[in-house]
């Protein structure tokens, strides 16, 4: 039973380029969430998507965004990027609110120079 | 501002002997909280969860407490493992409306020595 997949699992780009991560959730689960972990750092809640519908954002600037699809699967894109961006993106799927745990993603590795 | 804190920023421990990892939370309206486990290049695992009408929750040879008179989160592992090494988070869930965001602490990392 696959777990939650992300890709890709590293990636490097330019300051001032545009990135595209993606994250497949657990199957049956609806709600994916994407967190940003600076190295040596907590998880920093970016988004939450639920039903396909955005249930929460965190204190990120507007180049951040996200969407859901209809099979769950979910993409964060990053505009503009800063070499502050740098960082590991993770994805989290839960069922529902989250009870018993939200099951991360190994995450995408993302490196601006 | 809100915030999940860890007393021990590090921690070594004997294999064989338990280990205590604790935080402290601000948000007195969080009501779910979760220990998660991250190895190195590797996303969050799942360790163990509670909710705040609990105060003891017991696993696998892990223990959460929850004392919400302190806001206080502890992990107890048993008979600690060297697989057991890696940097331990707490995270809790406020309360509020729709969002179920996690607001994580810093971590503490774990060396067990064999």
């Known amino acids: 039973d696959a777990g939650v997949t992300q890709s890709p699992t590293h990636l490097i780009k330019t300051r001032g380029q545009q990135v595209t991560l993606r994250c497949s959730p657990i199957?049956?689960?609806?709600?994916v969430s994407w967190y940003q972990q600076v190295l040596g750092q907590g998880p920093q809640f970016i988004f939450q998507?639920?039903?396909?519908?955005?249930?929460g954002r965190g204190n990120f600037p507007d180049r951040f965004s996200a969407r859901q699809f209809p099979n769950y699967s979910s993409e964060l894109n990053v505009n503009a990027l800063l070499l502050g961006d740098s960082a590991l993106y993770l994805c989290?799927?839960?069922f529902g609110t989250g009870e018993g745990g939200y099951t991360f993603g190994s995450g995408t590795r993302l490196t601006v120079v | 501002g809100e915030s999940v804190g860890l007393h021990l920023p590090t921690l070594s421990v004997q294999e064989g002997d338990n280990s205590i990892i604790n935080c402290a939370y601000s948000n007195s309206a969080s009501d779910y909280f979760i220990w998660y486990k991250q190895e190195s290049g590797k996303g969050p695992q799942f360790i163990i969860d509670i909710r705040s009408n609990m105060d003891k929750r017991q696993g696998q040879r892990v223990t959460v407490l929850l004392n919400k008179t302190v806001k206080h989160l502890s992990l107890q592992i048993a008979a600690t493992q060297p697989g057991d090494s890696a940097v331990y988070f707490c995270a809790e869930r406020p309360n509020a409306g729709n969002n179920r965001k996690l607001i994580w602490g810093l971590g503490t990392s774990l060396a067990v020595n064999p």
């Open positions: 998507y639920y039903e396909k519908e955005e249930r």
């Open positions: 199957s049956g689960h609806k709600s």
């Open positions: 989290a799927s839960s």
